[in-house]
Nanobody
Framework: VQLQASGGGLVQAGGSLRLSCAAS????????MGWFRQAPGKEREFVAA???????NYADSVKGRFTISRDNAKNTVFLQIDSLKPEDTAVYYC??????????????????WGQGTLVTVSS
C-alpha cells in the first residue's frame, strides 16, 4: 500500500488549503482513511478520519474548519482546511489501517502512512 500526500504550502491566516492523498496497492473503498499532523517539537496528533461508508470523525480543535472527504473512484482522500490559524502549522500525514474492520481506528491501528505534506500558516 502506498499513500502520496500533496497540497501543502504557505498560506496566510484565514486562508484555505485542500490536501489530497492518493492511495494505491489495494481496494481503496474498503478501508478507513485518516489525517494526522505533527507540529515542530510536538507529537503526532489525530486530525480527522473517514470510514469506508464515509462517516467522519474530527479532533475537537478542527471541528467546523476542516472537512475530510473521499473519492473512491479516484482512490483519493481529501482534507479541506478553512480559516487557517498559525497553530495549524504542521506536517500533515494521511494514513490507513491494515484491516478493513476498523471504522475509526486508533492511531496505533494505522499501518500505512504517507510521506507528509507541510502546511505553514503565517500570521
Amino acid at each position: 500500500v502506498q499513500l502520496q500526500a500533496s497540497g501543502g504550502g504557505l498560506v496566510q491566516a484565514g486562508g484555505s488549503l485542500r490536501l489530497s492523498c492518493a492511495a494505491s496497492g489495494r481496494t481503496f473503498s474498503r478501508y478507513a482513511m485518516g489525517w494526522f499532523r505533527q507540529a515542530p517539537g510536538k507529537e503526532r496528533e489525530f486530525v480527522a478520519a473517514i470510514s469506508m461508508t464515509s462517516s467522519t470523525n474530527y479532533a475537537d480543535s478542527v471541528k467546523g474548519r476542516f472537512t475530510i472527504s473521499r473519492d473512491n473512484a479516484k482512490n483519493t482522500v481529501f482534507l479541506q482546511i478553512d480559516s487557517l490559524k498559525p497553530e495549524d502549522t504542521a506536517v500533515y500525514y494521511c494514513a490507513t489501517p491494515q484491516y478493513a474492520r476498523y471504522r475509526f481506528p486508533s492511531i496505533d491501528e494505522y499501518e500505512y502512512w504517507g510521506q507528509g505534506t507541510l502546511v505553514t500558516v503565517s500570521s
